[in-house]
């Protein structure tokens, strides 16, 4: 809940009706289970289409959908705003895989069992956006701020007991809430930032990082961040030295395991699964600030900043993402009907289409098949 996101609630093209939960669902291929050697034929890339989730392989061979009943409700076919509901709502995948959690409107939360394809509304207030347990057996999450209550309240949803508890009840703030909820590596904690006071002069709500021990619920403040209208709060980082704001850590130190709050995967960066390299697109011409014309992909090794290879792409093209062998690049843009395409992650090879109509959403390893 950014205090953005608040003002974009009240669209009513975002918010939207909330979708009909079917309990029971075909499955439409076996379940996956884990694998530890990564193979390009996996059905590891997750997209949107047509307001559900699907999952496919990096060749795009497979095709496998998740749910029904445009269950996303971003209103994909209606111009840009499906976008602000892509961004503000994502759909967060379990650590093992096997779960989604999503929201239809930002006032609940549904579970699909990638293994059925059953879909399932948990009870009480929902929110957004969740925060898996490392574990995956439960997740955190505040409702909306800016959608009733009066108070700012953090829960856990426990998957094997399939029940909600409240954890703890703050005094309302001036609009912000919990944001940047964040597990620390055992499961034993989490922190997040609350608790935020409005600076009118310089636009700014300045915040509490608080950490929770959950098993007692005691809390005690270990640090500040900041937070605004147009760029919302920033995530939070559990490292050695505690829960930190992201941009007080290295970028190295966000892949050495270090566990982040949810960060939405709409950056034109990311980092290789073995953490040497960095793949990121730009406008090809730096006055291009609307992405109008080619992008320019380039990847770099990062301990040294040399650059290993650079071309010209697809125009508008802002987004990449590695295949869990480190074998591809997958790029998509933010339009809502284009395809996903892939290339070979040392540029020899040329663009290929692996899904013609489809919004790319996170590569999950742990979807790799026997």
């Known amino acids: ?3 953005l996101w608040a003002c974009i609630c009240l669209l009513t093209s975002i918010i939207g009706t909330a979708c009909n939960i079917k309990n029971n669902l075909p499955t439409t291929t076996p379940a996956t289970s884990a694998f530890v050697s990564p193979t390009s034929d996996s059905l590891v890339v997750l997209f949107a289409a047509d307001d559900d989730l699907w999952r496919t392989d990096v060749s795009g061979s ?4 998740l749910t029904d009943g445009r269950i996303l409700n971003w209103n994909i076919e209606n111009g840009n705003d499906w976008l602000l509901a892509a961004r503000w709502r994502p759909p967060q995948i379990s650590p093992d895989g096997r779960w989604i959690a999503l929201s239809s409107t930002g006032r609940e939360v549904i579970l699909v069992d990638v293994t059925t394809q059953k879909q399932s509304q948990i009870p009480g207030p929902g929110a957004p956006i969740v925060t898996w347990s490392p574990d995956s057996r439960y997740f955190a999450y505040s409702p909306d701020s800016s959608l009733a209550g009066t108070s700012d309240d953090l829960y856990l949803y426990d998957i094997q007991k399939q029940q909600s508890r409240r954890l703890l009840q703050l005094e309302k703030d001036v609009g912000v809430g919990i944001v940047s909820i964040v597990w620390s590596p055992d499961g034993r904690f989490l922190a997040f930032g609350c608790c935020f006071t409005a600076d009118t002069s310089t636009g700014l709500f300045t915040g509490k990082i608080q950490q929770v021990e959950i098993a007692t619920g005691n809390m005690e403040v270990v640090g500040e961040m900041w937070s605004s209208v147009g760029g919302g709060s920033p995530e939070l980082c559990w490292t050695a030295n505690g829960p930190l704001p992201g941009e007080a850590i290295e970028e190295k130190d966000k ?5 982040c709050s949810v960060k939405n995967r709409y950056e034109s960066d990311a980092t290789s699964p073995d953490g040497n390299l960095l793949a990121s697109l730009s406008p090809t011409s730096p006055d291009d600030t609307l992405w109008t014309g080619s992008s320019l992909l380039t990847v770099k090794e990062i301990s040294t ?8 792409v697809e125009p508008g093209t802002k987004r990449v993402f590695w295949s869990p062998d480190s074998q591809y690049l997958l790029l998509d843009d933010d339009r809502n009907h284009s395809p996903i395409w892939r290339i070979k992650a040392d540029g020899s090879s040329e663009l290929e289409i692996i899904v013609k109509d489809g919004y790319l959403l996170e590569i999950i390893p742990q979807w790799q098949s026997n």
Do not use: A, K, M, T
Not at 255 to 259: C, S, V
């Open 62 to 65: 497979n095709l496998e959908q």
């Open 255 to 259: 892949i050495d395991g270090n566990p």
């Open 1 to 3: 809940r950014y205090f």
């Open 305 to 312: 900043d040399s650059l290993v290879w650079q071309r010209e």
